[in-house]
């Protein structure tokens, strides 16, 4: 297959100086609405990886998102939002970004281009074949992003990858990649904007499946989720009167006693029954 970098041809839309904010913004949106139907297209690769994660996870494995610049900060975003969602240990899943943390605000020069720093950076937690690693790139050439997933094939770790162009290396280094194919940006070239966009779906959908997978979910609420601020206790103690019948003020008695929507209501039952 010949790789051709969808993501970087020409925006088919032209003069966007010339434009008005109101027609900026309709013709911005209008290809985003595209973004949700690639995603759809690359569903099977998805639940193939998810399946692979959850394989892991079960046995003690954790999970690890790599990206330079905005993938890399995706997965972040990504690793940071599972622990008060699902109330998962903070190490559970992992995002690393070329660079280092420093780089998640400012770019660093040359970062991307280090094919041998993500398996530095990897080691740093003990990397080991019960984990999972996830490259993200929506290039699929970024040579930090490949040289990490190569070193982990190599030392019998499972490896993922997320990416906006069709047969790009990354998707042949990886051993289930994902290929999400957004065409030509609105601004050429600007990939943080459709593949960026869908980079954030296919992570959303990688973290909430496996987390409910592993139980992390009853019903359709987040009982396991932290109480780490006012509003989350109050979604918190009507969670716990939607599941069982009390007020709201014993509900927020026994979540403050419990620790958690879960913890209440196992135990509000066990004393019923």
């Not at 040359?110 to 950076?121: G, I, K, P, R, S």
């Not at 998707?171 to 593949?195: L, N, W």
Request: charged share 20%.
């Amino acid at each position: 297959m010949t790789f051709t970098k969808t993501t970087e041809q020409a925006s088919k839309y032209e003069h966007l100086e010339k434009m008005s904010v109101q027609e900026l913004l309709f013709n911005i949106n209008q290809e985003d609405q595209t973004v949700p139907l690639a995603v759809a297209k690359a569903l099977p690769a998805i639940e193939t990886l998810v399946a692979q994660i959850v394989a892991k996870m079960k046995l003690g494995g954790r999970l690890f998102y790599i990206g330079a610049g905005t993938s890399g900060r995706l997965g972040i975003v990504d690793a940071s939002e599972c622990p008060p969602t699902f109330g998962v240990p903070f190490d559970l899943v992992n995002g690393i970004i070329a660079g280092g943390d420093k780089a998640i605000r400012r770019a660093v020069e040359n970062a991307e281009d280090n094919a041998t720093q993500a398996w530095v950076d990897l080691q740093e937690f003990d990397i080991n074949s019960n984990d999972v690693v996830v490259g993200i790139a929506a290039s699929g050439t970024t040579p930090y992003v490949i040289g990490g997933l190569q070193a982990c094939n190599e030392n019998n770790i499972i490896t993922g990858s997320i990416s906006c162009n069709a047969g790009s290396p990354l998707s042949q280094t990886a051993q289930f990649p994902i290929e999400v194919i957004v065409g030509p940006e609105f601004v050429t070239g600007s990939s943080r904007m459709k593949a960026g966009t869908a980079q954030k779906l296919v992570l959303n959908m990688i973290s909430t499946a496996t987390m409910i997978q592993l139980g992390k979910v009853k019903g359709n609420k987040m009982v396991d989720m932290q109480l780490s601020n006012a509003k989350l206790v109050d979604r918190g103690v009507k969670m716990i009167m939607s599941e069982i019948s009390v007020s709201y003020e014993e509900g927020s008695q026994l979540l403050s006693q419990m620790g958690s929507v879960r913890k209440a209501v196992d135990f509000y039952n066990s004393q019923k029954h």
